[in-house]
């Protein structure tokens, strides 16, 4: 399975400058192991706006708010609406300014009713998030089962 993980910040999309010391576990990273475990072919990298997406057969698209740490919101756009099959993933606690933040670079209708995947913020209760979602996953332990 070809696999393609992508983003708007720079651990979304694995850029080399990125802080890797962190005292957080880098969500996309652990998705990339999890999917590489499983023997899955999986491109963890920033979207360039034109490229054909089309060999991929699943696309993670890490969204977080559109601010200065927001490196390649063109790419993750173009990804979101070129795979409209794309899983929208969270791994911040940021979320509850993403849909606000993307209102001018998306229909956020069409954000809200895709599969959106987050891990279990151990401080938080889904229910809370005040995310108008469709359908979301919570917990990377579900990443794989349910996505493959």
């Known amino acids: 399975m070809n696999i393609l993980i992508t983003g708007v910040t720079e651990t979304h999309i694995n850029h080399p400058k990125r802080a890797v010391t962190t005292k957080f576990a880098s969500i996309p990273e652990l998705m990339r192991k999890g999917f590489g475990m ?46 409209p099959d ?20 998306i229909d956020v209708r069409d954000l809200v009713n895709r599969l959106w995947l987050a891990p279990l913020f151990p401080w938080g209760d889904s229910k809370k998030w005040d995310l108008k979602l469709k359908t979301y996953f919570a917990g990377i332990l579900l990443l794989c089962m349910t996505c493959l």
């Open 38 to 83: 499983l023997d899955c072919d999986i491109d963890h990298r920033a979207v360039k706006p034109g490229e054909n997406l089309s060999s991929y057969d699943k696309v993670f698209v890490y969204v977080y708010p559109l601010d200065h740490n927001a490196t390649n919101s063109q790419g993750a756009v173009y990804t979101l609406e070129k795979r």
């Open 86 to 105: 794309a899983i929208i993933c969270l791994d911040d606690w940021s979320f509850q300014e993403i849909l606000s933040t993307w209102q001018e670079a």
